[in-house]
């Protein structure tokens, strides 16, 4: 069956620092989700990328498909403390069309 | 907006008791799912309803069932609670493209942390 892994599964940043996080499976993806989790609180949908090579933004945030369709990233400029939680990838998959959940990766940040 | 409501944030039972978790949703999604949440292994699947009265078995159904008697409302039961099923229970919905389609995106309730004793 489908295999999503995120790495790394824990990121801790200096604020004002880049990361970049990241998806991949081992089959072919028809789309692939991306999910913020604050401490606490329950995923919440960020944004889906579709098309092979897709790079989408959202202010700090830049999401990209890869080019072949099996992996992800996720990259986050200037580090806030308001970027901490869980950033979990959904991928779908085009041969079966079942959605996998990676187990995520949690961001810390220092002030 | 999605509004997506589980009837307990916490829940505490006893091993052997049977277990209702319901789960509510007010935007007419036909498809909805029962996750479970632990430390390092994300969210993992255990049912998915894609209509009133249809369901599919996800990654980890053993231990549990789940009813769909109306389109908003999807119980998950656990069936003879066991310490092994304490864990956290999201519920979410989403909207079809096609019978049975899981590519838009899923809404959240808040999650109902079980404590099975």
């Known amino acids: 069956g489908q295999q999503v892994m995120q790495i790394p599964q824990y990121q801790h940043v200096q604020e004002g620092e880049d990361f970049t996080t990241y998806c991949n499976s081992s089959?072919?993806?028809?789309?692939i989700q991306w999910y913020k989790q604050r401490p606490g609180g329950h995923p919440v949908f960020l944004i889906q990328?579709?098309?092979?090579?897709e790079v989408k933004k959202q202010k700090r945030l830049t999401f990209q498909f890869g080019e072949a369709k099996k992996n992800s990233s996720l990259h986050i400029t200037a580090t806030q403390t308001t970027d901490v939680g869980t950033y979990f990838c959904?991928?779908?998959?085009?041969?079966?069309?079942?959605?996998?959940f990676g187990a995520g990766t949690t961001v810390t940040v220092r002030a | 907006d999605v509004k997506v409501t589980q009837s307990s944030r916490y829940l505490v039972k006893r091993t052997g008791e049977k277990v209702f978790l319901e789960c509510v949703q007010d935007?007419?999604?036909?498809?909805m799912f029962w996750y479970r949440q632990d430390p390092g292994l994300g969210l993992r699947l255990i049912y998915f309803?894609?209509?009133?009265?249809?369901?599919e078995k996800g990654d980890i159904p053993e231990g549990y069932s789940v009813s769909r008697e109306k389109k908003e409302r999807f119980s998950l039961i656990l069936e003879s609670a066991s310490t092994n099923q304490t864990s956290m229970y999201l519920c979410?919905?989403?909207?079809?493209?096609?019978?049975?389609?899981?590519?838009?995106?899923?809404?959240f309730g808040d999650g109902t942390r079980l404590s099975i004793l």
């Open positions: 979410a919905s989403s909207s079809s493209t096609g019978l049975g389609s899981v590519d838009q995106p899923q809404h």
């Open positions: 089959t072919t993806l028809s789309n």
């Open positions: 990328l579709v098309k092979s090579g």
């Open positions: 959904a991928a779908l998959n085009s041969n079966d069309y079942k959605l996998s």
């Open positions: 935007m007419d999604h036909e498809n």
């Open positions: 309803s894609y209509d009133v009265k249809m369901k």
